[in-house]
């Protein structure tokens, strides 16, 4: 039953391939290359088509700056589709910028330390496979160490965002605190991703003066990080993005470990993953609520909202057996309640739950492909499995959009797709459910 679909999934994935070899996100929305965009992408190619999956991986660390960095968005062409672009960012004020390519200078979750080892683990050809990741893996690891060197403020093993585009999830209600603290200018800019998408399920343009500010805050200093750290308003470290470098760290260990070199990085990267995951548990985990929150370093404070952030660390092996049943209990009754599919990407019963607008209710493929991973992993079968199921049927009742109203009845209705449509990581991620899982 689901063959077309994998045959229209591929066809998305193949119309929105570009050379030099990457697949942006979403036509006229989004028409350049996203960092974990093209991890998560890589993923779904992996299944079918190698080459693509390793060319997409290729192509973003080749982007990567002298000092480890790799930015969230190259600009591999002019585009009038998307605002802001490169000439708004001008990331090649920091000096370890990149010459060869336009790019912005934040980051995005780092995923493509464990998109690495889930090529490895869908090649047909274990010994290309292998190769490829001798190849860039040192890449990766420096990544990791310009992160650990200079987003992680307090030594602690959890590194910090400055940009709610760094964490994303661009506009989840969590900001809104953020947002709240600060007295941005009022710009005068036209929006491009609104003559797209239906406003509604957009930002709203007070919302945008708060990114551009931010960005013209690390232009002040030159994309400094120290500098940033030190005048920034939005200093938070995230639950999703410091899963997923523990995740990513993780698979570097035994990817070096396969490769059989490297044994001066592991010994660092478990360093660090010690670390990381004791002050992940400290800090972050709230008793009350039942799962992890995001921390205001700024303002010294745990941000109070759950989230589909909040579930990540099982993606990442973090909980142990009594936080892993407290997490999954609240996943299972407070976001995957009556009339709802898995997962929300807002506490469905929180003030802010917006079902409709981008990342305040609505549910994402590839954070359910996470959570079904990681509750997987914990064999927690019965909800992983219907993560998994209720990704299948949005999709297949909706088509393959940005994200989905988690309300049943909007959904099966077909009328809960949002955002932008033929949506790369959609496919991908729905390929891999399809094919990987079956
Ligand atoms: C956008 O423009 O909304 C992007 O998601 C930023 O990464």
Known sequence: MSEPLITKAKEILNGNYREPGFTLPS???YPFQWNWDSGLIAIGYANYDMERAQNEIRTLLDTQ???GFIPHITFHRESNTYFPGPKFHQA???PDATTRYKTTGMIQPPVIGFVLKELLDRAQDKKGA????????????ENHLYLYNNRDLLGE????????WESGTDNSPIWDTIWETMDSPRYTFERRDTNQVDPSQRPSNREYDHYLALIDLAKKYRYNDSKIAEHSPFLVQDPLVNALLIKSNQSLIKLYQICGFGEDKIRQLEKWQALSIANYESKFYDEDLGAYLHYDLRNKRKIRMLTSSSFVALF?????AKRTSEIAGILEQRFGGEGLYLCASFDPEGERFD??????????INVNWMLYHGLKSYGINKLAEQIRSDSIEVVEQNGFYEYFDPRRSIAKEGKGGYGGSNFSWTAALYIDFILRES
């Open 130 to 141: 292998l190769e490829f990741t001798r190849k860039v893996i040192d890449k990766v690891y």
């Open 27 to 29: 036509q006229g929305l």
């Open 316 to 320: 990442a092996g973090i909980p142990g």
């Open 65 to 67: 700056w002298k000092n």
């Open 157 to 164: 093993g959890l590194i910090y965002i400055f940009h709610n």
């Open 92 to 94: 090649s004020l920091h």
């Open 355 to 364: 079902p409709k607008r981008y990342w305040r209710g609505p549910l994402w």
